[in-house]
């Protein structure tokens, strides 16, 4: 079993449509969840993380972590054609250990938003 | 608004040369990272480095690889001799907790 499992799409939406992007994980350990924007050939761009279970908004997007599910969203609100893009889910474990800041990927979903 | 920065942003070598990748880690962050992307495949961390060490370091990262802060500000990767599944992207990041990545540097080896 992969750490982490993010089903690659692609996903078209419309504009204006709530887009939901999720990944699964198999390492009770991690605490820490990021969520990054990569376009083509560039860096992973940071768009939010967050700290154990819980949720988080900030503007259009809200992240949702289920621990006990081992489950991770991300939301999109009002989509815009600029919000096309791969977008990462990311996650590392507790502070204290070597491993920590070792950041697992999933493989990225390729989001397209249409005007 | 501070950023990593990476240079150069493509490389080309060939088989068996040496190569560094350099970077400038935000400021005041202390844990630094390399990690790699092979095209079209998923991010993959390479080694860590905190307080002039490394951390821990992924099964790629073997005898060929090893990565130097040698001044205050930059942060270098270098790989000894290069080979042909090395060629990928290749990111720097920096932390306090949450990571920022650079740019990237594409390292082409033929």
């Known amino acids: 079993q992969k750490e982490v499992e993010q089903d690659p799409g692609p996903l078209s939406v419309p504009e204006g449509a709530i887009v939901s992007l999720n990944c699964t994980y198999s390492?009770?350990?991690?605490?820490?969840f990021m969520w990054y924007r990569q376009y083509s050939r560039k860096g992973p761009e940071l768009l939010m993380y967050?700290?154990?279970?819980g949720n988080k908004e900030d503007g259009r997007f809200t992240a949702q972590v289920d621990k006990s599910s081992k489950y991770i969203s991300l939301f999109i609100r009002d989509s815009q054609p600029s919000d096309s893009a791969t977008y990462l889910c990311?996650?590392?474990?507790?502070?204290?250990?070597?491993?920590?800041?070792?950041?697992?990927f999933g493989q990225g979903t390729i989001l397209t938003v249409h005007p | 608004e501070p950023e990593v920065t990476q240079t150069p942003s493509h490389q080309v070598t060939q088989m068996g040369q040496e190569v560094i990748l350099r970077c400038v880690p935000i400021?005041?962050?202390?844990?630094f990272y390399w990690y790699r992307q092979i095209l079209g495949q998923k991010v993959e961390f390479l080694v860590s480095?905190?307080?002039?060490?490394?951390?821990?370091k992924s099964e790629i990262f073997d005898d060929q690889f090893s990565v130097e802060r040698p001044d205050g500000s930059n942060f270098t990767l270098k790989i000894r001799s290069t080979k042909l599944e090395d060629s990928a992207m290749y990111f720097c990041?920096?932390?306090?907790?949450?990571?920022?990545f650079g740019p990237g540097t594409r390292l082409t080896v033929l």
């Open positions: 990041a920096s932390s306090g907790i949450a990571q920022f």
């Open positions: 390492n009770s350990a991690f605490q820490y």
């Open positions: 967050t700290y154990s279970s």
């Open positions: 990311a996650m590392f474990p507790e502070a204290g250990g070597t491993s920590y800041g070792k950041l697992t």
């Open positions: 400021s005041n962050h202390l844990y």
């Open positions: 480095f905190y307080n002039n060490e490394i951390s821990e």
